[in-house]
């Protein structure tokens, strides 16, 4: 049965506006679960969580890789933000990445993008994310820092990646200064970009 309005019009259609509200609605809701239970989580709770059917869901993001793309963007794009940010320094850019860290064990999952889903799609777009973090940090890697070694970079980033784990976001967070400190890494603001 059709919902009517109270004069028994049916209600208006808002197009377009449904439409970007819907696509707002899942990229929260998918950065929410992605955050909670990683980039293999059901799509269903995505679309559960963002109150809206699968269909719906489908729509905005036809896979899985899609929905991860749109989610892993924004995080990347923070560093970026960051790295390119007047006056920017290593250290102020590993704060935003280390904010990422902390927030989303999505996040971590591309930085281990060797790993990140078994489906082939999501590890190629994780790959190509994951390539655009690194040059984000090494456009700000001091000559001659303990880290501008061929890999030791990249194995930093993992090894700190590694260790973000804990129930909250404070824990995570100071688990990956403490990682940072232990390699002898100073660390900026740990903030999201433009917070």
Do not use: C
């Not at 209600?11 to 970007?20: L, W």
């Amino acid at each position: 049965m059709e919902h009517t309005e109270q004069e028994g019009r049916r209600p208006a259609n808002d197009g377009p506006k449904a439409a970007a509200r819907n696509r707002a609605a899942l990229v929260i809701a998918a950065r929410e679960i992605f955050a909670e239970h990683g980039l293999e989580a059901p799509l269903s709770a995505i679309a559960r969580r963002a109150g809206v059917g699968q269909g719906v869901l489908y729509r905005h993001f036809p896979d899985r890789t899609a929905a991860v793309a749109a989610v892993l963007e924004e995080n990347v794009r923070q560093v970026e933000q960051a790295a390119d940010a007047e006056g920017a320094t290593f250290a102020d850019v590993l704060g935003v990445l280390t904010w990422h860290l902390a927030e989303s064990a999505a996040f971590i999952g591309l930085l281990h993008a060797d790993r990140a889903g078994s489906r082939s799609g999501i590890r190629a777009h994780a790959l190509v994310l994951s390539e655009r973090v690194e040059r984000a940090l090494r456009s700000h890697l001091p000559d001659g820092h303990r880290l501008s070694d061929a890999n030791d970079l990249v194995l930093a980033v993992a090894m700190v990646s590694a260790a973000v784990i804990g129930p909250t976001r404070e824990e995570r967070e100071l688990r990956a200064l403490a990682a940072w400190r232990l390699l002898g890494v100073e660390v900026g603001p740990v903030r999201a970009f433009g917070g």
